[in-house]
């Protein structure tokens, strides 16, 4: 949430990240959905019928007293369309997509030192 918050009031957007994180298709690493504890069972239930596969993050609570289910099992092919469905479900407070307010400049760290990649 933190991370969306600074990424929306931010006029340049910066994104770090290892290079084990870069992939073809988003989908690869399970989805993190923050949720509102209250509507944990409902969201899984939506996410499932949307064609994910929604893991309860057991012991972890967000800075915000919210709760994180994992989602896996989906090729994401429309990122903005998806970030906006989750983001609508009633208790989703935000999810790991950044589509719609993509990196303008993204860092990606690696063994043999960082690579720079600017937004087209």
Known sequence: TREKIIAAASEKFVCIADESKLVDVLGKFPLPVEV???????VAREIVKMGG???????????????ILDVHGWDIMESIKLETEL?????VVTNGLF??????????????????????
Request: net charge neutral; aromatic share 8%; no cysteine.
């Open 36 to 42: 509102v504890p209250m509507s944990r069972s409902y």
């Open 87 to 91: 983001n609508n479900l009633v208790g």
């Open 53 to 67: 596969q929604p893991v309860y993050r057991e012991g972890f609570i967000t800075d915000n007293s919210n709760v």
């Open 99 to 120: 589509a719609m307010r993509p990196a303008d400049v993204l860092l990606l760290g690696s063994e043999s030192g960082t690579k720079t990649i600017y937004a087209t």
